[in-house]
């Protein structure tokens, strides 16, 4: 199984998967277009998500850095007038530090993530979507800002004008994504920000053209007219797109075998424009996450 992640919607819905199929069957295809450099070290926080998830240190109260963190260097950094613009937890630094040696020492993303996924003693297989170096930045009234410096340094609260994903143009999939899509069929784009935790990776040259010819289910991270959390609203409407599933379902196009919505969205299939399922989406347990998990595995067996 394939599943396309990006933010916190997505790592819930594989904490429901990991309990009903072992972790070597499940393969992430990861964002990587908010990574950014903090204090010399390479933080890919998307990625870095869903390494702590699978190996068990993820801090499940915020749904990102290790549980149990400690910050002493951040707090020292800031003593000295330094303010980092993403507060690093010192073991999250570490791992930063470990991804940013081997890339100093020649290796590919790709390569650092499978040799952390080693080191963490993870099973499944965890790929950036890309190699290149890509930036999602936002265009706002005050200017362009890296998408950190909009969600985390401006707390998402500029106008969003426009979307882009800067190098996307010269940025390909991995052999390893390729490889993995070329030997799986069973693809689910999880609910996480449609514009820019999926949209990079669908934006990536000739991806589009492969999905087309797999089983691609999506879940919705838009309930009526509101995302579940996080910016996506607001990044829709600058893209055009209605804030809806309908939006969703427009931003991932003719690849789409099945939408899936929450119970309570008010959204209905001839507008959508794809066949439509409904669940509760709102992953608030462990146990509803494993309950929406087994229910997508279920429509898989229903697309020729």
Known sequence: MIVLSGGTGTPKLLQ????????????????????????????SPDVDTILYLFSGALDFSKWWGIKNDT????????????NEKLMLGDADRATCIFRQELIQKG?????????LSCALGIKAKILPMCNEKVDTMIKTPEGVLHYQDFWVGARGTPEVLDVEIKGIRKAKPTKEVLDALEYEDNVIIGPSNPITSIGPILALKGINEILKTKKVIAVSPII??????GPAGKLMSAKGYPVSSNGVARCYGDILDIMVIDDRDTANESDIGVRTVRFDTIMTSVEKSESLARNILELFRDIR
Request: hydrophobic fraction near 40%; include cysteine.
């Open 224 to 229: 009526g007219d509101s995302p579940v959390s």
């Open 16 to 43: 429901g998967f990991r309990r009903i199929i072992p972790d070597e069957e499940i393969t992430v295809i990861v964002n990587t277009a908010e990574d950014i450099i903090v204090s010399s070290s390479f933080v």
């Open 107 to 115: 290796l590919c993303l790709t390569e650092a993530t499978l040799s």
């Open 71 to 82: 910050f002493h260097t951040n707090n020292a950094l800031k003593k000295m007038g330094i």
